[in-house]
């Protein structure tokens, strides 16, 4: 999901209690990153059908499971915010394009809007994110969310996607799977997902899929 201009006056850095009377009072969502607020522009068409995919796979695997995968509108608590109350500017509160949770949803406070313990978080990459998701937010989810187990990412320009799973140790591996062909599994959840089925209705140009080709075969 693409950021939209920082909210804020030059300079000057918002409080946790301040993005979260905004982000709660308005019909716009927005990211909060140690004191800066970004506005979440809307999606893509590609973005769309690529989230919504991606959500059936996941709500008709999980079924009778205790997990449940949630789409864009449900808020992810990063970080520690140890200063004083309305004092408060570090971390991140973002909203993942889909999150698994396991087990029942741990909330960050009675409105019962921001979960604290993701299992799975998948983001669909936009040209204007995605060096971010990929570095400065996955090191604050893998640093500030003990429950997340997997961390996903998905082009939307070419079929691959890129799989981070936490070890026992709790360093990460990743494991990256290009082409309509390949098949992966977030074992963590137990389900198995076709980049068929994530990339449905989505149509390539013939030079991405033989310059994929030429990935594959060599």
Known sequence: MALAKLKE????????????????????????????IYLMAGESGNHGDISVNLAAE???????????VRTKDTKIKSGSFAQKPNQK???????????????????????????????????VLSDSTAEFDRTNKFTRYRMFNPTL?????????????????????????IFIYIGLNEVFKIDSIE??????????????????????????NN
Request: aromatic share 10%.
């Open 9 to 36: 006056k030059k300079n000057q850095t918002c409080t946790v209690e301040e993005y979260l009377e905004l982000d709660r009072s308005s019909d716009e969502r927005y990211e909060f990153v140690d004191g800066q």
């Open 58 to 68: 996941l709500r008709f695997q999980l079924k009778g499971k205790d997990c449940r």
């Open 89 to 123: 500017t570090k971390g991140m509160f973002s909203y993942p394009d889909l999150v698994v949770i396991c087990g029942e949803p741990d909330y960050h406070d009675k409105h019962k809007d921001i979960v604290l313990n993701p299992s799975v978080i998948i983001e």
């Open 149 to 173: 187990t997997d961390y996903i990412l998905v082009s939307q320009d070419k079929p691959m996607v890129e799989h981070f799973i936490r070890q026992t140790d709790d360093s990460w591996k």
């Open 191 to 216: 389900c198995r997902i076709k980049l068929a089925e994530i990339y449905d209705r989505i149509k390539f140009s013939r030079q991405t899929l033989a310059e994929l080709a030429d990935i594959i």
